[in-house]
């Protein structure tokens, strides 16, 4: 749980410090002054949402770390504080960086995503006790991927009850339905990867009802979510899938659904599958295209990809591989991608799926670890 927590640290350091251009400022010490003095509490909703979601992972593994300890209540007390710390500092720190606005306001929200991160823990212990105990660690892998997915589905994460939302949703779906074979057969694949992480995750006897009840009501909802929509690839995927339901709940599915979720990236990569001439440039400095931009848009790529590659590793590693050796296994075959897509139009080739299929690998491994037993000591 130390290494998770440091390594989420580290990403949560890189993400905001990025592109790390610090420039010398004389009046550093002044703008940092303001920015308790003078604190700016305004920002954009794609942002909130960002800075909200940045310290829910912190805030969640510090609640199953705690667990563990003699005092509980102060090791999460103490987590907390250093999170908060942490985002205080990283304000501070963007102050010599031309390219970011600091504001309190932003590590206020950081701070209520840290207490959101540290709920959701104590929620899931009390779900299922055996989170905290590093025997049982890799039980919630499943558990934090299917998140993944289902975060995806309803982002931004906004509710709403507004009729004119639902019509909106419906959209595609009733006045312009598109036939998408690439997209259904990726959405087949995910929702069918999201229902096997379900029986990974199931400790009592599997029922395809409630798998179907779950993903119609996981689509259903995005009704009720500002922004989101329901198209027929949607609705085609999520059925394909769920006639697959029996073939899933066998140990054979673990390696054909890993196979299926590769070929599913290099398709959905390489489209449109007409190479241009020239290559194109390669950005090297991992996240670089999602620290850019749309940070509403970057955070659903975050997502979607943390659930495919986590799943791949994860399958791979189920069915008897090391989880590093999977790890390294996506991230080749997503190198290869960049690779190609260094020859296609309209994309960008860099290094940041490759080693987030890494970081996922080593996550995976750190949780699958086993402590020895007295008789493994003694040999």
Known sequence: MRFLLLLVLALIGYGSLYPFEFIARPDGLDE????????????????LIGNLLLFVPHGFLSALAARSTP????TSLRHAAIGILVAVALQIAQIWL???????????????GLALGLLLGMLALRVRPALADSRHAATFVPLLLMLAWVAYQWFPLVPTLDWQNVKNALKPLLLAPQVDPVRIFATVVSWAAFFKLWDLLATGPRSAVLQAFGGITILSAKLVILGASISLSNVIGLGLALVTLPWLHHSRSLPA??????????????????PSGAPDSFAWMPFTGML???MGTNLANLLEKTFLYGAAVLFMHRHGARPIAAAIAVALCLATIEAAQLFLPGRTAESTDPVLALLLGVAIAQLSRRPLTNSSKRR
């Open 257 to 274: 659904l890993a196979i299926a979720i590769l070929f599913t990236l290099f398709v959905s990569g390489l489209q449109p599958f007409v």
């Open 98 to 112: 031309p390219s970011r606005v600091p504001a309190l306001g932003d590590a206020i929200i950081n701070t209520a």
């Open 32 to 47: 940092a002054l303001k920015l308790f003095t003078q604190p700016s509490l305004r920002m954009q909703r794609g942002d």
């Open 292 to 294: 850019e931009g749309s």
């Open 71 to 74: 005092n509980p209540g102060r």
